[in-house]
């Protein structure tokens, strides 16, 4: 038997609507039912299937990122205020000090 020339295996290429719904009836339906609907195959649904596992916890990671970051700056500006409070208090005792040690110089007088 003669080899075939210029024939190769295309892949189905799965657009992304089919994606979509495919995404939508997993819920649903198991991966038989789900290919048999769509009309591609199962191994392609258990790819989709995982690839938007990955997507999903990639996303979750990343949000919970953010919010950590948000929180640090957060803590950060209230740092700020901490030691800008303090350095006002601390001016006030030392004012608060010094009348105390004028009064006290008066006062022996």
């Given at each position: 038997?003669?080899?075939q020339k210029g024939t190769f295996?295309?892949k189905h290429r799965v657009t992304?609507?089919?994606?979509?719904?495919?995404?939508?009836?997993?819920?649903?339906?198991?991966?038989?039912?789900?290919?048999?609907?769509?009309?591609?195959?199962?191994?392609?649904?258990?790819?989709?299937?995982?690839?938007?596992?990955?997507?999903?916890?990639?996303?979750?990671?990343?949000?919970?990122?953010?919010?950590?970051?948000?929180?640090?700056?957060?803590?950060?500006?209230?740092?700020?205020?901490?030691?800008?409070?303090?350095?006002?208090?601390?001016?006030?005792?030392?004012?608060?000090?010094?009348?105390?040690?004028?009064?006290?110089?008066?006062?022996?007088?």
């Open positions: 038997m003669k080899a295996k295309m992304k609507e089919q994606k979509q719904q495919i995404m939508e009836d997993i819920k649903h339906m198991n991966t038989y039912v789900n290919s048999a609907k769509s009309g591609v195959s199962e191994s392609t649904i258990r790819v989709l299937t995982t690839r938007c596992k990955e997507i999903k916890g990639k996303e979750i990671q990343e949000r919970r990122k953010i919010e950590n970051i948000q929180a640090r700056k957060k803590v950060q500006e209230l740092m700020v205020k901490a030691k800008q409070e303090a350095k006002i208090g601390n001016i006030k005792k030392i004012i608060q000090q010094a009348k105390n040690e004028k009064t006290k110089r008066v006062a022996q007088r």
